[in-house]
């Protein structure tokens, strides 16, 4: 149990570092968006909690605001996020371990998100494979609380923050992967 304890520790305190600040800074500027193209709080809340990946939030915040209808927006939502289903197919048979009942895994998809994904792939040839479904949660459950509020705290700086502001802090996180390089653990296992 204290393995387990311990893996949940690292993946929260993994959130809270680097990537949950960013994350938080470009759900920030979502919620701006949100406000911006006519949803209320509830609406943002509901869009970053059950989407949760940007680029889908995005679209459907962007095409509710020029009226699109429902087949537009639904067709949008799952084109933009159809690129999470390989992230789902590669990180599955990493966290895989008989211990976890199914139901976890289900569970644990829906925090497959590029942060989440990458940060997990970089760090699993360090975790013991009992304790990375563990990781995994802790971690995306924390970068998705972090989401929750930095949606909130944008919805309410509408207005004190300028739209390109609000823009520019969506597009922290493609930049902050840009800029991340390659995990010199992966660089170590090459030479």
Do not use: C
């Amino acid at each position: 149990l204290g393995d387990i304890r311990a893996a949940l520790g690292a993946g929260i305190g993994a959130g809270f570092g680097a990537p949950g600040a960013v994350l938080g800074a470009s759900f920030i500027g979502f919620g701006t968006l949100a406000r911006s193209s006519g949803f209320d709080l509830g609406q943002s809340m509901a869009t970053s909690g059950f989407i949760w990946a940007l680029p889908g939030q995005i679209a459907l915040a962007e095409l509710v605001a020029t009226g699109a209808g429902l087949a537009g927006l639904i067709f949008a939502v799952a084109l933009t996020n159809a690129r999470l289903l390989p992230m789902t197919v590669t990180l599955v048979p990493v966290l895989s371990h008989v211990r976890w009942p199914r139901r976890l895994y289900y569970f644990a998809a829906h925090f497959i998100a590029v942060t989440a994904w990458t940060v997990t792939m970089q760090r699993y040839p360090d975790i013991p494979r009992e304790r990375r479904l563990p990781f995994f949660i802790a971690f995306g459950l924390t970068l998705w609380s972090i989401s929750m509020a930095g949606t909130i705290a944008g919805f309410f700086l509408v207005g004190m923050v300028s739209p390109a502001v609000g823009l520019g802090l969506i597009f922290l996180n493609p930049i902050y992967f840009m800029l991340m390089g390659p995990d010199k653990t992966q660089l170590k296992s090459t030479k």
